[in-house]
């Protein structure tokens, strides 16, 4: 299939390409002009999950992966499951925090790795990336070691939880990690700027996996299948959606599930304070602020990049605008509804809780809820402890790098410096 820059129709790209470039000219995103339609998403929801990852996923790279290696590589990014626990009558979380660091990044992180690899070329690329917390453990668990990659990891210092950096800040290796004096827009805006320098881009090899790469929606693509698959029969009927939102890769997912066949009724958008989203669905005034930061650190995002995919598929009709609503959530009230899931048997993190907040509040009784369990609640211990009361032991993945030295390095928001230590990698 190919993938066409969203601010440059002229530049038509093959997904290997768009994996390997991952933003077009002008910082453009490459999306598939057409999302296909699947005819047969009963059989599809009968298959076993790595056939069915298979069946969707081929209609994206087909091009570019035969189908044993596709079948490859599927078996070694969904090597954990995404697990639909029932919270109440009508409500269920979908954990995706069953992967090696605990998030639902691990899905995408490992797609767009093992695809890389089954690319493999004698010339070394860099990836670099901005994480708001759990993207920079889940792209370095996945390309540690891998030869001829280098990685490079741009998080705002101080804001984001002490585990959640451990997780990637202890590797080394062909792990970089830089903290910046900044948040995590200012982190984004450096890699974006970076994309900009053409001499910069072709001397180190420049990539970026941030979820402006296709590769990692697309991997996300296959758990909201998956999820509505391990739904009873007797409640596919009018299944609604909360995705707790920041960059908005994980709600696009959603919407382009559901526009390949996928019969979600409904979805709601749930963000922290930083509401740009919640705030332009209802009065279609695209204002972003200053970013704030909250205990859900992870969707501290206030210019969200993956919005013009979204919008890209509400303007050519292929998903209709209606079926999206968005809410912001405060801190009190997350702390609250991390409470109250807390007092229905269901221990949850402060992301999730902003998602099941969003989805409590909206859903009619004829309607079946899902919300998506982005990160597992030990990776957000402190807040979730204090908030609870409580004490969560360490999942053994999180305990062998609480211990170890953190290697990052330190630069201001400064594009130069950047440049200067990009130039400078061996
Ligand atoms: C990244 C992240 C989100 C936000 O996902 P987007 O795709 O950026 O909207 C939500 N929760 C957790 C735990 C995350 O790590």
Redesign the pocket.
Known sequence: MKLYNLKDEAQVVDFETAVKTGLGRNQGLFFPKEIPTLSNIDELLELDVHQRNFQILKNFVSENIDDSSLKQIIDQTFAFPSQLEKVSENEFCLELFHGPTL???DFGANFMANCLKSFAEDKPITILTAT????GAAVAHAFHGLENIRVVILFPKGKISELQQKMFTTLGDNIHTIAVEGSFDDCQQLVKQSFDQTELVEKVGLNSAN?INISRLLAQVCYYFDGFAQLPEEKREQVVVA??????????AGIIAKTLGLPIKRFIASTNLNDTVPRYLQTGEWSPKETIATI?N??D?SK?N?WPRIEYLMETDQFDSNLLTGGAVNEEQTAETLKALYQQGYTS?P??AVAYKGLHDSLQQDETGIFLG??HPA?FKSTVEEILAIELPLPKALADCSEKKDLSHQTSADFGELAKFLYDLK
């Open positions: 998030a639902f990044k708001s917390g759990d993207t979820s995705v707790p939102s920041g960059n908005f890769g994980n709600l696009c859900s992870a969707m995002v969200p993956n993190e992301h999730a982005t990160a990776k």
